[in-house]
């Protein structure tokens, strides 16, 4: 058969020596942000702002070695927050790269996926329904080809394709100036063809508005804005009480540098800066991890979503099944033929001519699984037309839509012969085509049904002649004859019944949505170990209203024959009973589900274009299990945020207590800004490095799902943080008021800091676990944790016996044993909390792993 998918394209050293010489196939990236533009935005952040003042003060004061060391810290703080902020950016900029586009191109004869940057002018690129065209360029083959172009022409009215000379020049303007030409961005909404490029990245239509864009600044996510303002009103309230305390500093008789030091010190000790890092970091570093869990995610914020899921919307085919189909049986006139009989061997007359339509009905070079598997079956019987259509044509397609789920080929067999259409689809489809009475459509659908019951996914088959010289646009003015019946066996993917049952012990659903035979669906979903109710039907389904709908949804896990449509009409179903929905599509039609789902996931494999584009998680293997592992992967993401996050706030109080509670009660200073850069060094690697590296809890897929609208520092979990910061503060000025009485200034100042210090520690292993107590939590690895811990330790040591640094912290040497035991005191301030995890324990009956 000639089809025009058979021309060469480049060879694969030529477009090598084109990409070299004219570059990627894309636009300067404005997401990416160099190391100068980091320094810049880190350096004007607030906390860095006071930082630098506290230096100056020190420098002010004549204090150059105090002053120098301030810089010091807050250069290493300033590396910190860069290398956070890097680390981050190298997360989300491999992530960009993962998710950039792929393009199918002929090289060497052969068709090839390639990263789109990688397309170069002359390739010859198959395009088809659902896809973003690559680049701008000559359609020089293709059937029923229309494309929206209103991304650059402002015009929703489809425009439809002719091929065109691959030498021809057309004016780089969208719309019906350009019949032949497409352009780069632009979505192709029907037919299948092949471009030759003409103009690739900044030379395309398109280049300009990249252009344009490349010189606009990233937009700061929603959540990053509200932890923005959040911040700026803990600032606000910190620089009121820092200059309450400055004048009431002054009033009790202290210099204004020494008072403004106090009050700077306060400021920095209420700023809660590491919200933002934790809010960078950890959806960044966590999308990371779903990519090497085969999930790339296209918006951050659907992790967050992930762990509040109570319904997991899939399709059958390819999500819950392999989606790699052999023709497993065939029907025709009473007949049927199953798998098993040897190559080469012989096929009845009506069972032949069944295959041989089948096959003109399936593009030979195509994706879908079915069309392979027909084509595959082919081969092997001899007695098949393949070689008699050689000079065959093809002339015409016919898509499926909602109103038709079939697809048919009209082919020209040769000049004075007799056209041919060839349709398969589903049977009751094809019964229609074929406008066959419901008597003579009964035996038909009965077989089908049979072939069903055994788990095959059935398509019916049709043949038709054409004299005329004209093809009719409708597929119904031909005069169809059925032929027979398909069965595919999809195997179910391994794993699926366990992800399934995994689902259901976390408190999720999961739904089977396919428009595929019930008897089909309710056999696959038995095999995966959905509820066996009977499924609910597309006819079903078309003659509920929504109330009617959301009840029946209630009682049934499986939905077979459903039209795109529908999806979106059982997700907001869904949706209004206060169900948080993930939903899959692949097709063009899936998007506005995919979109309107609170986590839409596309398929990397088969999906299209349009739909990945819609969805907030792409799949790239399209396995179920990698959605279960991505809800677990969510859980865990937003379960170590929510721990950093108490982490912080619990820290923050009694760091801000011990700078303005020994001033109001006439003690002795124990924080100067000096103090708090050290405590920040910890402070910032701990919350962004180390709960970000926690293990997950032992029963995150035992939890129910949380309210989506649960804020990730409730109300419960802030009375938590509170209380920890309170007892932390209580022990730690207790201390501190026994070391006064007992020690000189100096001495008593070295044991509140190192019982802060080590409370600081006591906290980062006390919040690693919300069920495990703090001895269980060291047994449990996270070498994170370890080195954070261990370097803020042996710096508190080097600040306390070596003297040097110990001047410059206003330190004298305690004796060792004053030094171990307010170490102890600092980490036992952390254990009143591990009282309430093992009540807790009790009262669940849980068994911490």
Known sequence: MNTPDAQAGLSADEAARRLARDGPNGFPDAARRGWHLLVWQAAREPMFLLLFAAGLLYLLLGELHEGVLMFALVLATLGMTLYEEAKAQRALDALRDLSTPRAFVIRDGRRLQVDSREVVVGDLCVIGEGDRVPADGVLVAGQEIQADESLLSGESEPVSKRPGSPEATEPARPGMEAPSFLFSGTLVVRGHGLLRVAATGV??????????????????????????????????????????????????????????????????????????????????????????????????????????????CVDKTGTLTENRMSVAAMYADGVEWQAGIPAGGILPGTLSALLDAGMLASRADGFEPMDQALHRLGAEFAETGGAARAGWTLAREYGMSAQMRAVAHGWHPGAGASGVVAAKGAPEAIADLCHLAPAAAAPLLAAADAMAARGLRVLAVAQAGHDAAPWP?????????????????????????????????????????????????????????????????????????????????????????????????????????????????????????????????????????????????????????????????????????????????????????????????????????????????????????????????????????????????????????????????????AAYAWALAALPVGQARAFAFAALVAANVGLIFGNRSRTLTLLEALRRSNRVAWIVSGAALCALAAALYAEPLGRLFQFETPPLRHALAAVGLGLAAALPFDLLKLARRRASHAVPA
Request: glycine content about 8%; overall charge neutral.
């Open 473 to 733: 646009d409708a597929i119904h003015d031909f005069a169809f004859v059925p032929l027979g019946l398909v069965g595919f066996a999809d195997p179910l993917r391994e794993g699926v019944p366990q992800a399934v049952a995994e689902c259901r012990a976390a408190g999720m659903r999961v739904m089977m949505i396919t428009g595929d035979y019930p008897a089909t669906a309710l056999n696959v979903g038995r095999q995966a170990g959905l509820a066996g109710m009977a499924p609910l039907s597309g006819t079903q389904i078309a003659s509920m209203d929504d109330d009617g709908l959301a009840q029946a949804l209630r009682t049934t896990d499986v939905c077979a024959r459903v039209v795109p449509d529908q999806k979106l009409r059982i997700m907001r179903a869904l949706q209004r009973t206060g169900e948080v929905v993930a939903m899959t599509g692949d097709g063009v039609n899936d998007a506005p589900a995919l979109q309107a789902a609170h986590v839409g996931i596309a398929m990397g494999m088969r999906g299209t274009d349009v739909a990945r584009e819609a969805a907030d998680l792409v799949l790239t293997d399209d396995h179920f299990a990698s959605i279960v592992r991505a809800v677990r992967l969510g859980r865990h993401i937003y379960a170590n945020m929510r721990k950093a996050m108490v982490y912080i706030v619990a820290i923050h109080v009694p760091t801000a207590g011990l700078a303005l509670l020994p001033v109001m009660l006439g003690w002795p200073v124990v924080l100067h800004p000096i103090h708090i850069v050290f405590l920040e060094l910890v402070i910032d690697p701990a919350c962004a490095l180390a709960f970000e590296n926690e293990a997950e809890e032992p029963d995150l897929m035992r939890r129910p799902p949380r309210r989506r609208d649960t804020p990730l520092l409730d109300r419960q979990t802030l009375v938590l943080a509170l209380a920890q910061g309170l007892v932390v503060l209580g022990t730690v000025i």
């Open 203 to 312: 030379n395309s239509a398109i280049g300009g508005i990249g252009r344009s864009l490349a010189g606009l600044a990233p937009a700061q996510s929603p959540l990053q804005q509200q932890m923005a303002a959040v911040i700026a009103r803990f600032a606000l309230a910190g620089a009121a009480i820092s200059l309450l305390l400055v004048v009431y500093y002054m009033a009790q008789g202290a210099a204004l540098l020494q008072a403004l030091l106090a009050g700077l010190a306060l400021a920095l000790a209420m700023l809660p800066e590491e919200f933002a890092v934790v809010l960078a970091l950890f959806p960044a570093l966590g999308a990371s991890r779903l990519a090497r869990a085969n999930v790339l995610t296209r918006q951050l914020s659907a992790i967050e979503t992930l762990g509040a899921t109570t319904v997991l």
